[in-house]
């Protein structure tokens, strides 16, 4: 194999001087006009060709194939003396073995056996045979080059990366040298795109392929990334990881105050559990904890058993009942986050079953859900289950965490992206802030105790009353003089302050949280603006307020004779009821 190649942009057969015997030579055509003529038609005689071998691979009706490639359990046809003539790889297959002969008399081949690394599958090594038989690259599939994400525009994420590395690894093994350029050109093209563990599958292919210019782009990348060194180690060459740490080691700065001190003993303690995970033994983890002065959540033990272990491995953890199921790592990533990466249904369950908060945001915006989904294709998410047979685990990941995060919408820390908000997060925020500031609204006194105890201030952020002046109220208002950074703390302080308010008025104010648990869900809409609407549904809308005063008035009495029973002081909160009148004049 070629151990460098060099970029080309030929996509086609090398065209011949000639067409045919004596069909252009003879013709004696000379001058510019003769020399067009005859370009256009030896393109247009490349293009039939092109498309009566393409006819080969697409007609199986009759079956003129000599050979079969058996790839993920599917035969594909081929015929040995196309693939002979343009590889060099099979020409030397098919002198030295003759495959595994069945009834029909056709040897079989199988791709596992073909590939020394790498995996190529079914509807890529199509595509590469298409560009083998043709000259011309198709597009790639959409089923199984794009993700189930419908926010994403597909132009990095991970199945699209994965389809491109499968044609690169089939290139490069099958020594089809002018494809391998052009693939490379299209994997640097999302080392600028990807996200930062996505270049992993990118770096690999290019290691393994010998394409340094390729592997110089991505150890830059993940160098500069937020990746720690347990995942570079665990996922790339050993040479590829030792580049990294050593490139990352050069590169930081030289001033001592700002260098962070590490503990080779903390560091070789951590190295001995992840040792013991590896080796799934418990017993030996729960020794070495009990040893020294380190937790499990320093070590990340269950963010690292999550990633790399078996599922009985983080059940047998979990177990163990020391660890934080929402610890965030260094890269903000909660182990529900690692286990979403993996898509490992019988990871994520129990970390569910324990306390795991599905709605839970990365730095960058993404939850477990939306994780899952950038990660799935089309193709698997969408296929059939037969009866009897095991159920899809790339569609069933996503199902239990849609299911959850329905079932407790509200759970969770609320991480901000950066620079762009996400659309669930916003919801919450104006959904706590609208019940918040109703709460103030119909009893200003519990509300006040409960937002004391959260240690939450008050804003004006909600929909549902008028904004305090010179703010419009807009969740999505940006301050220029407000960097990213520090809207995200705000936003997520904002969001933890709130939740505590809610979830304290809860336990102190039950009567009073049912009735606005069903204000906000039936009436919100509608009583916001009484004003509004024609004279007959303002009448309506006045005449449920005055029925929702009444509820206010019986919750506030039954909550206030239950704090009296124990121990708690509260004052008469009557005076919110004078407010019906400003928010009919607002």
């Known amino acids: 194999m070629a151990s460098s190649i060099e970029p080309s942009s030929s996509l086609s057969f090398t065209s011949s001087s000639h067409l045919s015997n004596n069909s252009v030579s003879n013709n004696h055509l000379s001058g510019p006009c003769s020399s067009e003529t005859g370009h256009s038609l030896e393109v247009i005689s490349l293009g039939k060709l092109s498309s009566s071998l393409e006819r080969l691979l697409s007609d199986s009706t009759p079956d003129y194939s000599d050979a079969d490639i058996v790839v993920e359990n599917i035969s594909v046809g081929v015929h040995r003396c196309i693939l002979a003539a343009r590889s060099d790889f099979f020409n030397d297959l098919f002198k030295r073995e003759k495959g595994s002969c069945e009834k029909e008399g056709k040897p079989k081949y199988c791709m596992d056996n073909l590939l020394p690394f790498g995996k190529v599958g079914h509807e890529a090594f199509l595509i590469f045979l298409s560009y083998v038989y043709t000259g011309k690259l198709k597009h790639s599939p959409v089923e199984v080059s794009t993700c189930v994400d419908n926010t994403c525009n597909h132009d990095a994420c991970r199945p699209a990366i994965n389809f491109a590395v499968e044609l690169m690894y089939a290139s490069y093994i099958f020594q089809?040298?002018?494809?391998?350029?052009?693939?490379?050109?299209?994997?640097?093209?999302?080392?600028?795109?990807?996200?930062?563990?996505?270049?992993?599958?990118?770096?690999?292919?290019?290691?393994?392929?010998?394409?340094?210019?390729?592997?110089?782009?991505?150890?830059?990348?993940?160098?500069?990334?937020?990746?720690?060194?347990?995942?570079?180690?665990?996922?790339?060459?050993?040479?590829v990881a030792e580049e990294i740490k050593l490139l990352r080691l050069k590169s930081e700065p030289k001033d001592e105050a700002n260098l962070e001190i590490t503990d080779p003993l903390h560091e070789k303690r951590i190295r001995r559990i992840h040792k013991a995970l590896d080796s799934d033994d418990i017993e030996l983890v729960t020794l070495l904890l009990s040893e020294s002065n380190i937790?499990?959540?320093?070590?990340?033990?269950?963010?690292?058993?999550?990633?790399?272990?078996?599922?009985?491995?983080?059940?047998?953890?979990?177990g163990l009942g020391v660890a934080n199921v929402n610890l965030r790592n260094r890269r903000g990533y909660t182990v529900l986050h690692v286990a979403a990466m993996r898509k490992e249904p019988n990871i994520i369950v129990p970390l569910l079953s324990k306390g795991a908060r599905a709605s839970e945001l990365t730095s960058d915006g993404q939850n477990a859900v939306s994780?899952?989904?950038?990660?799935?294709?089309?193709?698997?998410?969408?296929?059939?289950?037969?009866?009897?047979?095991?159920?899809?685990?790339?569609?069933?990941?996503?199902?239990?965490?849609?299911?959850?995060?329905?079932?407790?919408?509200?759970?969770?820390?609320?991480?901000?992206?950066?620079?762009?908000?996400?659309?669930?997060?916003?919801m919450k925020l104006l959904y706590l802030e609208n019940r918040v500031a109703f709460a103030r609204l119909f009893f200003p006194t519990e509300a006040k105790l409960a937002m004391d105890i959260a240690h939450a201030e008050m804003t004006a952020e909600f929909a549902g009353?008028?904004?305090?002046?010179?703010?419009?109220?807009?969740?999505?208002?940006?301050?220029?003089?407000?960097?990213?950074?520090?809207?995200?703390?705000?936003?997520?302080?904002?969001?933890?302050?709130?939740?505590?308010?809610?979830?304290?008025?809860?336990?102190?104010?039950?009567?009073?949280?049912?009735?606005?648990?069903?204000?906000?869900?039936?009436?919100?809409?509608?009583?916001?603006?009484?004003?509004?609407?024609?004279?007959?549904?303002?009448?309506?809308?006045?005449?449920?307020?005055?029925?929702?005063?009444?509820?206010?008035?019986?919750?506030?009495?039954?909550?206030?004779?239950?704090?009296?029973?124990?121990?708690?002081?509260?004052?008469?909160?009557?005076?919110?009821?004078?407010?019906?009148?400003?928010?009919?004049?607002?």
């Open 176 to 239: 089809i040298r002018e494809l391998v350029s052009l693939l490379q050109r299209h994997l640097v093209n999302f080392v600028g795109k990807a996200r930062s563990e996505d270049i992993i599958p990118i770096l690999t292919v290019a290691f393994h392929c010998e394409l340094n210019q390729l592997v110089m782009q991505c150890v830059d990348r993940v160098a500069r990334s937020d990746l720690d060194d347990i995942s570079l180690e665990k996922e790339l060459p050993h040479r």
């Open 371 to 426: 994780i899952c989904r950038r990660l799935t294709r089309p193709k698997d998410y969408h296929a059939k289950i037969e009866q009897c047979q095991e159920a899809n685990k790339d569609r069933l990941c996503i199902d239990v965490l849609e299911r959850e995060i329905l079932r407790n919408p509200l759970a969770g820390d609320a991480s901000v992206s950066s620079p762009v908000v996400s659309d669930d997060l916003h």
């Open 295 to 318: 937790t499990l959540d320093q070590a990340y033990g269950l963010h690292y058993a999550a990633a790399y272990c078996d599922a009985k491995v983080v059940s047998e953890l979990l």
């Open 465 to 586: 009353l008028s904004a305090r002046k010179g703010s419009s109220g807009n969740l999505r208002e940006v301050d220029l003089n407000e960097t990213p950074i520090v809207q995200n703390k705000r936003l997520r302080s904002r969001m933890e302050a709130l939740q505590r308010t809610v979830e304290m008025g809860r336990r102190y104010f039950p009567n009073c949280s049912e009735v606005l648990d069903k204000f906000m869900e039936d009436d919100l809409p509608d009583l916001c603006y009484l004003e509004k609407g024609t004279p007959d549904e303002q009448r309506l809308k006045t005449r449920r307020f005055m029925e929702l005063k009444d509820d206010v008035q019986k919750a506030f009495s039954r909550d206030k004779a239950e704090m009296s029973l124990s121990g708690l002081s509260s004052s008469s909160s009557s005076s919110s009821l004078k407010y019906n009148n400003k928010i009919r004049r607002s």
